[in-house]
């Protein structure tokens, strides 16, 4: 058997969006999903969060469901808008008493919440008068954390202001296949280093509240290996690739600065939207930070006319191809479980003893699979993947990465996001019309992995 660390965190992770449902009760704001969503044209069957997994009503016997699986951990994010429902400082106090709740019967289980502030639903009325394009979003965001700390930070004591801000920049304003559906390039910049800005201005706001929480940035990572790497065309798109999504937050966070790469070839779009002190406060210090890992993108000679989903190379005028290879999930990623351990070793050798402990936040698969004549769901493959990427942890563990726990995404098959309810991530699978739970024997293979503490 190969063993974790001791104390090593397992949990399972959900966004609010993605399962609450109850998008128009309890006073809740529109966010900006809700109006994308409703968009025809935008979501795959037009579907949307307005039902979700109905977790607002059913999260007592979901609750129970993590309790039994032995979860340790449980990373959801609040919906901004539920709280303030047009993202001003008018609280919405059945909002207030919902999370309560739901974070007193977790820790009544002995489950710890990892609290996400910002899983991409911003509220539609901060959007109206400019969205992350917009300091004041900023400042917005600085008071909504504040409060969250006040209100909840007596019983919750780990954080991250945002979740996956290359997808905030890029998904949301670069390619527009995400809320709030802009599609610019010099925008996207601009909202990244916002992003950065407002992660900065949450710490400080939600430390000057208390002193006692543990706060990190999300960030999802991947490597870009170029076929050729002798070929200056696919090195130089491999280095822009990963600037613009490792090291342009890593850079950040640790040097107070952005990857000259990206200054030399963009500057022109972005460095007017960096003011006196953004830099100084972007080096705020994190007590952990948390890794979503997937897969790694390739990056081969130019194929200009197979352009691939949620793809930003073409945008940012790389001549490539990126088309995976080998076996494929049903999101058609590749599987790259050693492109973890490589990402988790080269952030160990870059920062030494300045990195913080790390967290692997998401990591998962979309399988279709779904119940058989008995009732079972076998769902091998996922539970392949996530061995797979499990051992790539204890590899980088072997090569003296400090890492502190795993969230599998997902707890239940869920609203993903522009691709509806087609793609299935969760280890519990979901009726949507009966809103009925079946553990999947992903579900079943966890819990053992929990117990023993290993493989």
Same mark, same amino acid.
């Not at 479980?337 to 990402?343: A, F, H, K």
């Not at 098959?413 to 309810?421: H, K, T």
């Given at each position: 058997?190969?063993?974790? !660390?001791e104390?090593f965190? @397992?949990g399972?992770a959900?966004?609010?969006y993605q399962?609450e449902?109850?998008a128009?009760?309890?006073? &809740?704001?529109?966010? #900006?999903?809700d109006t ?6 935008? /979501? ?6 307005d039902v979700?997994c109905? %977790?607002?009503?059913?999260y007592?016997?979901d609750?129970?469901? %993590?309790?039994?699986?032995?979860l ?7 919906? @901004?808008?539920?709280?303030?429902p047009n993202g001003?400082?008018?609280r919405?106090e059945?909002?207030?008493a919902?999370?309560d709740d739901l974070?007193?019967k977790l820790l ?5 919440p990892?609290i996400t502030?910002?899983?991409w ?6 959007e ?5 394009q917009s300091?004041e979003t900023i400042?917005?965001?600085g ?5 969250v ?5 007596? &019983?919750v004591k780990?954080f991250?202001?945002?979740?996956e801000?290359?997808?905030?920049a890029?998904?949301?304003h670069?390619?527009g296949?995400?809320a709030p559906?802009?599609?610019? &390039?010099?925008?996207?910049f601009?909202?990244a280093h916002? /992003?950065?800005l407002?992660?900065?201005t949450?710490?400080?706001?939600m430390r ?5 929480l543990? =706060?990190?940035?999300?960030?999802n990572?991947a490597?870009?290996p170029?076929?050729d790497?002798?070929d !200056?065309v ?5 280095a822009?690739l990963d600037?613009?999504q490792?090291r342009w937050? %890593?850079?950040a966070?640790?040097?107070?600065k952005y !990857? ?6 963009y ?5 007017d ?5 953004d830099?100084?406060l ?5 007590? @952990?930070?948390g890794?979503n890992?997937?897969?790694? /993108?390739r990056?081969g ?6 352009p691939i989903q949620?793809?930003n190379s073409?945008?940012l005028g790389?001549? #490539?191809?990126?088309?995976?290879r080998?076996?494929? /999930?049903?999101?058609? @990623?590749?599987i790259t ?7 988790l ?8 003893? &300045?990195l !913080?402990q =790390?967290?692997?936040?998401?990591n998962g698969?979309?399988?279709?699979d779904g119940p ?14 996530l061995?797979q990427?499990l051992?790539?942890?204890l590899?980088a563990?072997a090569?003296?990465?400090? %890492?502190?726990g795993?969230?599998q995404?997902?707890?239940m ?9 087609q793609?299935r ?5 979901v ?6 739970r079946?553990?999947?024997?992903s579900?079943?293979?966890?819990s053992?992995?929990?117990?023993r503490?290993?493989?």
């Open positions: 058997m190969r063993s974790f !660390p104390g965190l @397992w399972a959900t966004a609010a399962v449902g109850a128009q009760e309890d006073g &809740r704001g529109a966010s #900006i999903w994308f969503s409703h968009t025809p044209g935008k /979501t795959d069957n037009g579907d949307s969060g979700a109905d %977790m607002y009503h059913r007592p016997s609750i129970a469901l %993590m309790q039994g699986l032995g340790k951990g449980y990373r959801l994010s609040i919906s @901004w808008s539920r709280l303030f001003d400082d008018v919405e059945r909002g207030f919902f999370y974070i007193n009544a289980q002995g489950i710890t990892y502030l910002y899983h639903d911003l509220p539609q009325a901060l109206d008068k400019g969205g992350w300091r400042a917005a965001f008071r909504y954390a504040a409060a700390a006040e209100h909840f930070g007596d &019983r780990h991250a202001p945002i979740n801000p290359w997808c905030v890029w998904l949301g670069g390619l296949v995400h559906g802009i599609s610019d &390039r010099a925008i996207a601009k909202v916002h /992003t950065v407002a992660h900065a949450a710490v400080n706001a000057a509240v208390r002193s006692d543990k =706060i990190g940035p999300v960030l990572q490597n870009y170029a076929d790497p002798s !200056p696919q090195s130089h798109a491999s822009i600037a613009v490792n937050w %890593m850079d966070i640790f040097y107070g !990857p000259q790469i990206l200054i030399d070839e500057g022109s779009e972005f460095l939207a960096i003011l006196p002190g830099m100084e972007a080096q705020t210090k994190n007590d @952990w930070l890794i890992y997937y897969f790694d /993108t990056v000679p130019s194929d200009a006319a197979n949620f793809d073409a945008l790389l001549a #490539i191809d990126s088309t995976p080998g076996p494929l /999930t049903d999101m058609g @990623w590749p479980p050693e492109g973890l351990t490589q990402m070793v080269r952030w160990h050798q870059e920062f030494g003893d &300045r !913080p =790390i967290f692997i936040t998401e698969v979309a399988y279709p058989d004549a008995n009732g079972d769901i076998q769902d091998q493959r996922r539970i392949s993947f061995e990427h051992n790539a942890i590899n563990i090569q003296g990465v400090d %890492m502190g795993y969230f995404w997902s707890l098959d869920n609203f993903e996001w522009s691709l509806g309810y793609k991530f969760g280890i519990i699978h009726d949507y019309e009966s809103q009925k079946t553990l999947k024997e579900a079943h293979w966890y053992r992995v929990i117990e503490n290993g493989l």
